[in-house]
C-alpha cells in the first residue's frame, strides 16, 4: 500500500480468496470509490509468506525476488563472508549443513537428479518460450561463449573434488517478452550447473553487442539454490563469486550423488527390462483377446464340411478291405478318385492313391492356415506368407505344405523368420501329420534367446499327435501367442542398439515405435534402437527425421492433444468445461427418472498431466470416482497430428458410448425382490404349500411389510393358498 504522494506506506496481507482478483477487490471495496492507494499485488505460498515474516524487510515492498523460491522457504538466512565473499559465515561457516537444510527443503530429491542441457531448454519451455534470431548478436554471443569458459576455469580452480569438464550455451531464448541464455556446466561425476541469464533492459527483447546479461537463477542439478549461493539478489554481486559457491555445493553433493544414482542406473536398468515385459504381455493380451474373438466367431458357426480327414477315414472305410492286396480293388478304389490305372501295377496305384489322399490333407491344412493368418494379430512389420504353402497343393514335388512368419519387404538377414511346417504321410493305410515349428536368425544372440524353447515337447507340436490339421494348427497357434510373438516383442527392446542422444541426428528419419518416460524406442531398416533423451515429450509417434529434430520439437499449441482432441469432441456433443479443465456430456437412461430426475446424467472426462491418456471420471459408478478403464484411450495407439486427433475422439466417444449402453442395462434391469418373487411361486403353483402354518406365517410377515407395488401379488398369493387349502380339505 502507498502513501498519497506514491511513497510505499505499509503491508496488507489478504488470505483464504479463491483467486487473486477476488483478493483485489475485497480489498478495494474497503476504501472509497477512486481510491489509488495499491501499490503492487504479490502471490506467494504459505511458507513464504511465514518466511517473510520471520526474515523479510517489513520496511520496504515486497516483491516476488525478495522472497525465496518455493521449496527453500525453511532455509536459514544464508550469509557468505571472506575477502571474496565465498567463505560460508552463516550455519556454523560448515556448508555441509547448509546442503543438509537445502535437502530437507527438496522432498523430490532434485538436487541427486543429473539435469541435462535439455531439461534447462524445457523448462523454460514449458513457461512459453520462442527462439529469436539477433543478427546483431553475433560478436556479443561469442562473447557470451568466452565469458562461459573463463567462469568454467573458475569453477575448475574452486574445487579439488569435482571437476567441471565442459560448458554448453544455448541460443537466445525469448520467455514473457525478455531475452534469456542459458549455461550449462557438466561435472566429471555426472552432476551440472545450470545458469539463467536475462536482459532486463529498457528493451529488453532486443539484445545488443553492449547489453549485459545478468545471471538470475542458479541451479544444481534440478534443484533451485539461488537464493542459498546468492542471497544478496544480485546486488554488487560478481557472478565468479557464485561460481565458487556453489561448486562448495557440488563437492559436498558428491558422495549422495553418486550413491543415489548408481542405484538409479540399476532400477533403469531392471525397469527397461519391466517396460519391456509390459509390451511383451500386452501384446500377448491383445493376441489372446483376439483368439477369443475367433474361437468364439468359430462356435457360432456351423461346420458344414467335415474335415478331410474324417472323409479319408469315411472314404477308406467304403474302400474294399483288401484293396491294398488285391489289384482289382485297387483299380476300383483309383478310378473312384480319377486316377488313371491303365497298365499300372499294384505298388504304383497304391502310391498314386497315397499322394491323392496326401494332397487332400495339404489343402485342408492350408486352409487352415488361411483361417489363421486372418485372425493371428502379427508382430509389428511381420507378415503371414502362404506362398510356399500354395505351391505345395496339387505338387507332389512338395512332400510338407510349410507356412511363413516373417518381417514384411527386403527382410534383414538377422530378422525372425517362423516357419510352420506340416508333412501329411500315408503310411501303410495310416494318415499321420508330421508337424514342427522352426525359427530362423542368424543373430546369434537371439538363437540362444530361442534355443532356450523346446518346440518338441511344447503341446505335442513335433510329434503326430494331434491328428486333424485344425487340431495341429490350433496347438501351433498357442505355441506362437503364447511364447513365439512375446518373445519376439521382447528381443525387440532388449536387443536394440544403444544410440547416445547426441548422435541421433546421424539416424535420419526412422520410425518411432514407443516412448517411454526417458526413453525413445525406434527402428529403422528392420533394426531396433532405443536412446535416453531425457525429453520424450518433445517426440511424436511414427515417421520422424532425426537429422532435422534431433532434440525434439515443441508443438504448436494448435497441435495440444488436450485442445485438438476435445475440439474434435464437439462434434458428438460433448461440452469443455472451463472450470474443471476437462469435457462433459449429458446422456439419458443412467439413473431411475422420478420426480426429482429425469434419468439424465452428465459424464465428465479428463487427460493424464502428459495429456497422453483420456477417460471418463463417473462419480456414481462403481469405482467411486476413480477413471471407468473401459472408456480410456491411449493417443499413442492413434499419432499426434490433426487427423490422428480426429480418430481419437471419435474412439472414445465410440467406448463411452459402449460403457453407456452397458449402464442403462444395468438400470432398467429389475431390482431383485425376495418377497415379489415368493408370492409369484405361489400364484404359479412352484413353492410347496404343504406346510399350512409355515406358509400363513411367511403370507403374515410379508403383510406387515407390505407396499402398494406388492399388495396385488399378495392378494392373488393369499387366494391361491386358500384354494389349495380347501381342495387339501376335500380330500380328507
Known amino acids: ?87 560460508l559465515a552463516s550455519h556454523s561457516g560448515q556448508v555441509h549443513k547448509l546442503l543438509y537444510q537445502i535437502r530437507q527443503s527438496d522432498n523430490s530429491h532434485h538436487a541427486l537428479e543429473p539435469m541435462l542441457f535439455t531439461d534447462m531448454v524445457q523448462e523454460l519451455g514449458n513457461q512459453g518460450f520462442v527462439y529469436e534470431n539477433y543478427d546483431a548478436l553475433v560478436t556479443e554471443y561469442n562473447k557470451l561463449e568466452r565469458k562461459a569458459q573463463q567462469l568454467l576455469t573458475v569453477m575448475q580452480a574452486a574445487t579439488t573434488a569435482v571437476k567441471p569438464v565442459r560448458v554448453v550455451v544455448s541460443k537466445p531464448l525469448t520467455k514473457n517478452g525478455v531475452a534469456n541464455v542459458i549455461a550449462w556446466f557438466e561435472m566429471d561425476d555426472g552432476q551440472a550447473v545450470g545458469v539463467f541469464f536475462h536482459n532486463p533492459d529498457k528493451n529488453p527483447k532486443k539484445l545488443d553487442p553492449t547489453d549485459e546479461m545478468i545471471s538470475y537463477k542458479w541451479v ?25 559457491r556453489i561448486m562448495q555445493l557440488v563437492d559436498k553433493n558428491h558422495d549422495r550423488f553418486m550413491k543415489a544414482n548408481s542405484a538409479k542406473a540399476e532400477l533403469n536398468i531392471k525397469e527397461q527390462d519391466l517396460n519391456a515385459q509390459v509390451i511383451a504381455k500386452q501384446s500377448q493380451l491383445d493376441m489372446l483377446n483376439k483368439d477369443i474373438e475367433a474361437l468364439e466367431a468359430q462356435k457360432a458357426e456351423k461346420e458344414v464340411n467335415k474335415p478331410v480327414i474324417e472323409q479319408t477315414i469315411e472314404q477308406e472305410q467304403e474302400r474294399p478291405a483288401d484293396y491294398r492286396t488285391n489289384l482289382a480293388n485297387a483299380r476300383a478304389v483309383a478310378k473312384s478318385l480319377g486316377i488313371e490305372t491303365k497298365g499300372k501295377k499294384l505298388d504304383r496305384l497304391l502310391k498314386d492313391i497315397a499322394v491323392f489322399d496326401e494332397n487332400e490333407v495339404k489343402k485342408e491344412l492350408l486352409a487352415e492356415f488361411k483361417a489363421l493368418a486372418s485372425r493371428l494379430v502379427l508382430p509389428k512389420g511381420y507378415v503371414f506368407d502362404l506362398t510356399d504353402a500354395e505351391k505345395s497343393i496339387d505338387n507332389a514335388g512338395y512332400l510338407s505344405l510349410s507356412a511363413w512368419i516373417k518381417k514384411q519387404g527386403k527382410t534383414d538377414t538377422n530378422s525372425i523368420r517362423v516357419e510352420l511346417r506340416t508333412v501329411p504321410r500315408d503310411s501303410y493305410g495310416e494318415m499321420t501329420i508330421s508337424n514342427f515349428v522352426f525359427i530362423y536368425t542368424d543373430d546369434q544372440k537371439t538363437k540362444k534367446d530361442f534355443e532356450k524353447f523346446d518346440y518338441q515337447k511344447f503341446g ?28 519376439i516383442e521382447y528381443l525387440k527392446i532388449v536387443n536394440s542398439t544403444n544410440v547416445d542422444s547426441s548422435k541421433l541426428s546421424e539416424i535420419g528419419i526412422a520410425e518411432i515405435t514407443d516412448i517411454g518416460d526417458e526413453n525413445l524406442y525406434f527402428e529403422k531398416d528392420g533394426k531396433y534402437y532405443v536412446s535416453k533423451v531425457g525429453n520424450p515429450q518433445l517426440y511424436a509417434l511414427g515417421e520422424w527425421d532425426f537429422a532435422k529434430y534431433p532434440d525434439g520439437k515443441f508443438f504448436s499449441p494448435e497441435l495440444s492433444n488436450k485442445k485438438s482432441v476435445f475440439e474434435a469432441l464437439t462434434q458428438y456433443g460433448w461440452s469443455l468445461d472451463a472450470v474443471s479443465g476437462g469435457i462433459s456430456k449429458k446422456f439419458a437412461g443412467l439413473a431411475e427418472a422420478g420426480d426429482i430426475s429425469d434419468g439424465s446424467r452428465i459424464l ?81 403353483g412352484k413353492a410347496d404349500l404343504s406346510n399350512a ?34 381342495a387339501q380339505a376335500a380330500t380328507v
Request: proline content about 4%; charged content about 30%; aromatic content about 10%.
Open 693 to 726: 402354518d409355515e406358509i400363513e406365517a411367511k403370507l403374515t410377515d410379508i403383510g406387515d411389510r407390505l407396499n402398494a407395488e406388492l399388495e396385488p401379488l399378495f392378494e392373488q398369493a393369499a387366494e391361491a393358498f386358500a384354494q389349495y387349502a380347501i
Open 604 to 684: 465428465s472426462a479428463y487427460f493424464d498431466s502428459r495429456e497422453r491418456y483420456l477417460a471418463v471420471t463417473d462419480n456414481n459408478a462403481p469405482t467411486g470416482g476413480a477413471i471407468i478403464t473401459e472408456t480410456e484411450i491411449d493417443l499413442r495407439d492413434y499419432g499426434y497430428n490433426v487427423k490422428s486427433f480426429e480418430k481419437a475422439a471419435k474412439a472414445f466417444n465410440e467406448k463411452v458410448e459402449a460403457y453407456v449402453l452397458k449402464r442403462r442395462e444395468l438400470v432398467n434391469t429389475p431390482k431383485s425382490n425376495p418377497d415379489r418373487d415368493y408370492l409369484q411361486s405361489i400364484i404359479d
Open 220 to 244: 544444481l542439478n534440478k534443484k533451485d539454490i539461488t537464493i542459498a549461493v546468492a542471497p544478496e539478489q544480485g546486488k554488487d554481486l560478481n557472478v565468479r563469486t557464485v561460481a565458487k
Open 1 to 87: 500500500q502507498k502513501k498519497q504522494g506514491g511513497y510505499f506506506d505499509e503491508h496488507k496481507i489478504m488470505l483464504g480468496f479463491l483467486s487473486q482478483q477476488q483478493a483485489i477487490d475485497t480489498y478495494q471495496h474497503c476504501f472509497e470509490r477512486g481510491w489509488t492507494g495499491l501499490m503492487s499485488v504479490v502471490p506467494c505460498t504459505i511458507e513464504q509468506l511465514k518466511w517473510w515474516l520471520a526474515n523479510g524487510d517489513k520496511s520496504r515492498p515486497v516483491t516476488v525476488n525478495r522472497l525465496p523460491y518455493a521449496g527453500l522457504e525453511r532455509l536459514d538466512s544464508v550469509i557468505w563472508g571472506g575477502q571474496e565473499g565465498t567463505d
Open 460 to 487: 505335442d507340436i513335433g510329434g503326430s499327435s494331434p491328428k486333424t490339421p485344425k487340431a495341429i494348427v490350433a496347438k501351433m497357434e498357442d505355441f506362437l501367442t503364447k511364447a513365439i510373438f512375446p518373445k
